[in-house]
């Protein structure tokens, strides 16, 4: 359905409306995830940290974490605090620079990102309405948005 019938408004013009458009179906997109993600006891911040640190393949500072993530988050550290207590990464000193904090993925946390790779993500899958074309111009489109 039209972004216009959708919420019931008109648009000064088509970049307003593309706008409105993008903020809506990010939240809307941002809705399915969270759900998905809650069967596993998981938001969507976290499960972006636990991907950083599974592609990691080592210890990582938290600021490389932060820098790399998708939705960046000023409470990043509570983030990984609770990650920490679910025992799903492990947090690990810097012995040479005490204020240095490294982060790393545990066997559990693998095993949760399993889970989910393994689980049937057909409720992820947002792209069955577009060609791998549309999507690649789609995606073209949001990397000039942001400039």
Do not use: W
Request: charged share 30%; aromatic share 6%; net charge neutral.
């Amino acid at each position: 359905m039209e972004i216009g019938q959708v919420i019931q408004s008109k648009f000064k013009n088509s970049k307003h409306k593309a706008v409105v458009n993008l903020r809506y179906t990010s939240n809307y997109l941002g809705n399915i995830q969270n759900t998905y993600m809650s069967k596993f006891d998981l938001s969507m911040p976290q499960f972006n940290i636990l991907r950083i640190l599974r592609g990691a393949k080592e210890v990582i500072s938290v600021n490389a974490v932060k820098e790399r993530m998708v939705e960046k988050s000023p409470n990043t550290t509570r983030l990984m605090d609770k990650l920490i207590e679910k025992g799903l990464i492990e947090r690990v000193r810097c012995d040479s620079d005490r204020r240095v904090v490294y982060v790393s993925i545990s066997e559990a946390g693998l095993n949760i990102l399993k889970q989910i790779d393994d689980d049937n993500q057909s409720d992820l899958d947002f792209t069955g309405n577009l060609t791998e074309e549309e999507a690649e111009v789609l995606s073209n489109l949001l990397d000039k948005l942001r400039g």
